[in-house]
């Protein structure tokens, strides 16, 4: 069975870190370009970061550069996102998914891991 689990989340004051993971299951994540995104409530789901599968290049949106890092771990077969310096803007609930291909649609979707930034 293909599955993407997210974990990692939960509540941090303002100017902390979180890691979050994405782990798959019945595919083999480095085959894949792994997104994270993220949808606070009453906003619309936006793009966070992504991974490519030829050459882990990487992007940011313009939100995060700077504060979120990217990475695989083939072996654990795991993406993971690391996120520093957090604001109370970042406070959504994230989700990684995966597509085949650059131009592909993301076909696996995770659950959701819920990531809150208050004092």
């Known amino acids: 069975q293909v599955q993407l689990v997210e974990s990692g989340g939960g509540l941090v004051q303002p100017g902390g870190s979180l890691r979050l993971s994405c782990a798959a299951s019945?595919?083999?994540?480095?085959?894949?370009?792994i997104g994270w995104f993220r949808q606070a409530p009453g906003k619309e789901r936006e793009g966070v970061s992504c991974i490519s599968s030829s050459d882990n290049s990487t992007y940011y949106a313009d939100s995060v550069k700077g504060r979120f890092t990217i990475s695989r771990d083939n072996a654990k077969n795991t993406v993971y996102l690391e996120m520093n310096s957090l604001k109370p803007e970042d406070t959504a609930v994230y989700y990684c998914a995966g597509r085949p291909g650059e131009s592909s649609p993301y076909d696996y979707w995770g659950q959701g891991t819920q990531v809150t930034v208050s004092s």
């Open positions: 019945g595919f083999t994540l480095d085959d894949y370009v």
